[in-house]
């Protein structure tokens, strides 16, 4: 593939991974942009999403890296969902190329559509006062239901990764909203860095382009995951739920229309 991009092209890609970073970091979703802008300067789609997963990996391990460094994520607490969350994600990885998922692409937009609604009318949707982190783990059951499940989910497809960890690990665990991204961000850069390795032995993945929007990917990352940390739930909450519904929008009109 020809890379002799026009400079312009260079930096729009630089921008939209600056941008995607942030938003993932915060909400997840950054996929709704990177992967189109991919699609849109001539990179074919296999290429174009494995591509994306190294990016990808640059921004979900710098976010994952700053809400630990803030204690709002202990890895030793997720063990099984890290091991889980592998297994799921080479599961998924492989399955999407052996059944037709179109009947996923018609539903997976209602799904994303009643996270969304869940959050605006549960109040405690994006965790409470009441919510406290883990001292200990969580039961080894619950911990491999959730990372098997998303795991998969991820490899499988993909969009709204993010925002099923955020609300679950909320719902599921009671963790406080900042501690839920922490665990998020954790399992999205397990199941892209899975999805990766697995591209780049099928040869799908461009390593100058993955590693140039990475890096702006990273940045965004670390000042997104800053800014939720700053300013929390009113900040969180409103971007979640924009996300959300726009990564439910551009589903629902590629799948329906």
């Known amino acids: 593939m020809d890379l002799l991009f026009e400079p312009s092209t260079w930096a729009i890609l630089a921008g ?12 997840g979703g950054g996929g709704l942009l990177s992967i189109p802008a991919l699609l ?36 030793n607490l997720w063990y099984h969902t890290f091991i889980a969350t592998f ?6 990885t492989f399955i999407v190329y052996l059944i037709d998922k179109s009947w996923l ?13 869940y959050t605006l009318l549960k109040p405690n949707a994006m965790g409470c006062t009441s919510f406290t982190p883990l001292r200990k783990p969580a039961t080894a059951v619950k911990q491999w239901l959730q990372g098997v499940i998303l795991g998969f989910y991820d490899g499988f497809a993909g969009p709204g990764t993010g925002a099923f960890w955020t609300i679950s690990s909320t719902t599921y665990h009671r963790l406080p909203l900042l501690h839920s991204c922490g665990l998020a961000r954790a399992m999205t850069f397990t199941s892209n860095l ?29 000042i997104g995951a800053r800014s939720a940390i700053k300013f929390g739930v009113q900040f969180i909450r409103p971007l979640f739920v924009t996300i959300v519904l726009l990564t439910a929008a551009k589903l629902a009109w590629s799948a329906w229309f």
């Open 194 to 222: 899975t999805s990766l390795l697995i591209f780049f032995a099928l040869g799908k993945v461009n390593l100058v382009i993955g590693l140039s929007m990475g890096l702006c990917m990273m940045l965004g990352s670390f």
């Open 105 to 117: 692409e018609k539903w997976l937009p209602v799904i994303i559509i009643v996270i969304a609604i």
């Open 40 to 75: 849109t300067v001539g990179i074919p789609p296999h290429l174009a999403l494995g591509t994306n997963k190294l990016a990808a990996c640059f921004g979900s391990s710098m976010a994952a890296f700053t809400y630990y460094r803030k204690n709002l994520f202990t890895p």
């Open 87 to 92: 297994i799921g994600a080479v599961s998924g």
């Open 16 to 27: 939209i991974g600056l941008i995607a970073g942030f938003i993932d970091a915060v909400a």
